[in-house]
């Protein structure tokens, strides 16, 4: 997501607008709080400002689907990631799109394929 924030025209600018306007967004309070505390990190101030930023989150929280998270697995190499897992199960998500490389190297949870935002985007142009 800090992608599609920081480069709206990238390919995961792409398929982050194009879930959103073909799809649902899941989110969870663990997920929203890890994505409000890294794009507030100082590092980004010269690519945004506070209004670009809360701009961002306000749209985003207003259209995807907020989940109550049932689940508390431990899948993932980096544990930092399985709460992504997490809300996808308890979400019942079609997809989890990511680059992030310890959840990609699962290429899929539960049925549910894991994609970078290039495979995803092409997946539905075909």
Do not use: Q, W
């Not at 990609?104 to 995803?120: E, T, V």
Request: glycine share 4%; hydrophobic share 45%.
């Amino acid at each position: 997501m800090v992608s599609a924030l920081l480069f709206k025209d990238s390919i995961p600018g792409r398929a982050l607008y194009f879930a959103l306007a073909h799809g649902n967004i899941l989110i969870s309070s663990e997920t929203i709080t890890e994505l409000i505390e890294v794009i507030n990190r100082r590092k980004f101030d010269k690519y945004l400002t506070n209004d670009e930023r809360e701009e961002f989150l306000e749209s985003l929280l207003v259209r995807a689907e907020l989940v109550e998270v049932l689940e508390d697995l431990k899948i993932c190499r980096d544990p930092k990631d399985d709460k992504f897992l997490n809300l996808a199960s308890s979400g019942e998500a079609n997809f989890i799109v990511t680059g992030d490389d310890d959840l990609l190297i699962l290429k899929s949870y539960r049925d549910i394929p894991i994609l970078n935002a290039k495979d995803f985007l092409e997946l539905f142009s075909r």
